[in-house]
């Protein structure tokens, strides 16, 4: 922004805040089928009905669910060998 106003110093520029997706139509419909299709692979839509380039393998995930699917693991295989552990 600083940079833009010092390219431009004869440009007015007003910021202002808008609410995310309030008064949209259809956004609570589409985030409850987002929630819903995140619940789990049985929510999904069926291949054929995705855009081809969606058809294929699966979708990268976000760092954070592959954050948690790792600590999810690792206290899985904790308990696993905590319980096998002589006492």
Sequence with gaps: MQKFVKDHPD???TLRWSP???GVHGNEEADKQAKLAASG???N???SALPIYLRHG???LSISAL???H???THARW???????PK
Excluded: T, V
Excluded at 79 to 85: D, I, L, N
């Design 79 to 85: 308990s696993r060998m905590w319980a096998e552990s």
């Design 11 to 13: 440009s007015d520029i």
């Design 20 to 22: 995310g997706h309030e």
């Design 58 to 60: 699966s979708l990268p």
């Design 41 to 43: 692979k049985q929510h």
């Design 45 to 47: 839509s069926h291949r």
């Design 71 to 73: 600590h999810k693991e």
């Design 67 to 69: 954050k948690q699917a």
